[in-house]
């Protein structure tokens, strides 16, 4: 099994910056591909960002292009998330989770979650 915890998120105005931290418990963290999603209200779970179990793969979805920043350090059993030049339809609620094997955009295919964070972006 494998424990994700969140954090880092909160309130911030239009072309700031937050960093989102997911820390792992449990099995070898090192081996699971990590992804970031996002969901707000009446809509599904969208792919943010993936990295692979040694950071060297990084992927990204169009709309956060450019702004965020995903990298891991395995000695920590943490994955991050650097957010910058935030924009209000950022706002979600953020969820790290892991699979084993190769990351994905879908988030079907992922075994762990985290709890999620909230991340407001204010105009």
């Known amino acids: 099994q494998v424990q994700l915890v969140e954090s880092g998120g909160g309130l911030v105005q239009a072309g700031g910056s937050l960093r989102l931290s997911c820390a792992a418990s449990?099995?070898?963290?090192?081996?699971?591909?990590v992804g970031w999603f996002r969901q707000t209200p009446g809509k599904e779970r969208d792919f943010v960002s993936g990295?692979?179990?040694?950071?060297?793969?990084?992927y990204y979805a169009d709309s956060v292009k450019g702004r965020f920043t995903i990298s891991r350090d395995n000695t920590k059993n943490t994955v991050y998330l650097q957010m910058n030049s935030l924009k209000p339809e950022d706002t979600a609620v953020y969820y790290c989770?892991?699979?084993?094997?190769?990351?994905?955009?879908?988030?079907?295919?992922?075994?762990?979650w985290g709890q999620g964070t909230q991340v407001t972006v204010s105009s």
């Open positions: 989770a892991a699979k084993v094997g190769h990351y994905s955009e879908n988030s079907a295919n992922y075994d762990y």
């Open positions: 990295i692979n179990w040694s950071g060297g793969r990084l």
């Open positions: 449990g099995r070898t963290f090192s081996t699971l591909a």
